[in-house]
C-alpha cells in the first residue's frame, strides 16, 4: 500500500509508549484479498509487559486533574478528526466497508472521545445525611484501575474509542487487544493518542495471532480489575469465566438476533428505508443489524416489493469504489456462514426473491438477498447470519410480533414501525432488548448508552452511563469530628 498516502500505517505493537515486536501477521485488503502490512504476533509475556506498563502509569495518571486528562483527550479528538479520510481508508482497506461508511465510523468513533473529554470533567460524588451526628458520609468515584480492552472487527475503530476514551476520562490505564482481521486502526489510533500527549503505558495495543494467550493473560492477571469485551456471546462467556477466578468487573457487548417489525399501519416508505440502512450496513456485519424481519400480514407483500426493489438498487464492490454501498465480507468462514443459512431457508421451504447467491464479483462478496416465507424451523431465525441477507417472516397480531421477537437468548437491538402511539408505547415496553429503535433503523450515537439484555450483554457503553462502568464507588465515613 502506498505509505505516503497512509502515513498512519503501523507495523508494531504500542507497548509502554514504544512501538515494538516483529512484523509477522499478514493483514490483507479484505476486497483484494492482497496483504497490505505485517503486525505482530504477541502472547502472554507481551501482554504481561502491557499490563505492567498499564499498572506502572496508573497511579499518574489517575491523579492528573481530570481537567488535564480532558485536554489530552480533546486534543486525541481533534487529531483523529483532522486525519478521518485517511483513517477512513485505512479501516475500508482491512475491514472492506465502502468508504463514506467507513468514514462515518471514524467520526462517530471520535464523538466518543469528544463526549468523555468533557465527561471526564462532570464525574461527581456525593455526601449522604449522616446516621452519626460526629461523621460525615462521603461517596468518592474513583477509577478501577487497569482495563483489558478486547475488540472485534467490524467497528475497528469506534470499538476501540468507546471503551478507551471513558476508561482514560477517568483515569484508568488500558491495554487493547484488537480482532486479529483488523489490527491496523487500534494502532493508527494508538499513533495519534501518542501525539495527543497520552503518557506512555497509558494505552498499550497488542496485537496477536491467536488471542487466546492474551485473552488468558489479561483475565488472569490481578493487576486488571476489569475485562471490556465486544464480540460473540460464546467469546464473552469464556471471557466471563476466566475473569471470574479474580473477581474483575465485566463488560460485555455481545451478539444478537435483532428483530424488526413491521406493522400494517406502518409508513412502509420509511420502514424500507430503516430496513436497509439497519441491514445491509457494514454487509449486514453488525451486532444491531436486523436479522429478523417480522411482516405483518396485511402489508407482507407490499412491504416485500418495495424492498427488493430497493435491495436491486445497492451496488456490491470493492469499499473504495464510489458508489458502492455493500463491499466484501471480513473473510471465508462468514461468506460460508451466509450460504449456508440460505441453504437452510431455502431447503426448509423459504424463496430467493432477489441474490442468493455469491456475487460474479468473487472472493468473500456476497449477492444483497431478499427472502420471503421465512419461519421459525429455520436458521435464520436463531442465529445471527452476519451477512447481506433480509429473511421476511409473517405474523398476524401485536401479541404474536412481540413473541416471535422475545423467542431468543439475545437481547441486543429491536426496532419496530407503526404510527399506532398505543402501540409505539406498548411494544417498546414489552421488547426484551438494551436498544429499541421506534420508526428509526439506526439507532447508534455517542450521547445515548448502547448495551444489550439477556446474553447480549452486561453494561452499558457511551452516554455517562457509560463512564460509570469504569468507576469504583467508595464509601468515607469521616469520624470523630
Ligand atoms: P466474531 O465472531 O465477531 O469474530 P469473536 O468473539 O470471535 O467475534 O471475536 C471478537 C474478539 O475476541 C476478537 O478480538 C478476537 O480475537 C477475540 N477472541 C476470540 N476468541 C478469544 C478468546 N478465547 N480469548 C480472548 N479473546 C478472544
Known sequence: MDKTLISLLKTQAFIDGAWVGEPRMVVTDKATGEEIARVPEMGAAETNAAIAAAHRAFPAWSKLLAKERAKILRRWYELIVEHADELALLLTKEQGKPLPEAKGEILYGAAFVELFAEE???????????????????????????????????????MIT?????????????????????PLSALALAELAQRAGVP??????????????????????????MITFTGSTEVGKILMEQAARTVKRVGMELGGN??????????????????????????GQTCVCANRILVQD????????KLTAEVKKLKVGAGV???????????????????????????????????????????????????TEVTSKMKVSREETFGPVAPLFRFKTEEEAVRM???TPFGLAAYFFTRDLG??????????YGIVGVNEGITSTEIAPFGGVKESGIGREGSHHGIEEFLETKYALMGGL
Not at 506512555?200 to 480489575?225: F, H, M, Q, Y
Open 120 to 158: 471526564a470533567k462532570r464525574v461527581y460524588g456525593e455526601t449522604i445525611p449522616t446516621h452519626k451526628q460526629d461523621a460525615r458520609v462521603v461517596i468518592m468515584k474513583q477509577p478501577i484501575g487497569v482495563v483489558g480492552a478486547i475488540t472485534p472487527w467490524n467497528f475497528p475503530s469506534a
Open 162 to 182: 468507546r471503551k478507551v476514551s471513558p476508561a482514560l476520562a477517568v483515569g484508568c490505564t488500558v491495554v487493547v487487544k484488537p480482532a486479529e482481521d483488523t
Open 200 to 225: 506512555k503505558g497509558v494505552l498499550n495495543i497488542v496485537t496477536a495471532k491467536d488471542p487466546v494467550p492474551v485473552g488468558r493473560a489479561l483475565t488472569e492477571s490481578p493487576l486488571v480489575r
Open 258 to 283: 435483532a428483530p424488526f417489525i413491521v406493522f400494517d399501519d406502518a409508513d412502509l416508505d420509511r420502514a424500507v428505508a430503516g430496513a436497509i440502512a439497519s441491514k445491509f450496513r457494514n454487509a
Open 298 to 305: 396485511g402489508v407482507y407483500d407490499a412491504f416485500a416489493e
Open 321 to 371: 469504489e464510489t458508489g458502492v454501498t455493500v463491499g466484501p465480507l471480513i473473510n471465508t468462514a462468514a461468506l460460508k456462514k451466509v450460504e449456508e443459512h440460505v441453504a437452510d431457508a431455502v431447503a426448509h421451504g423459504a424463496k430467493v426473491v432477489t441474490g442468493g447467491k455469491p456475487s460474479p464479483l468473487g472472493g468473500t462478496y456476497y449477492e444483497p438477498t431478499v427472502l
Open 405 to 407: 421477537a422475545n423467542d
Open 423 to 432: 402501540r409505539c408505547w406498548r411494544v417498546a415496553e414489552a421488547l426484551e
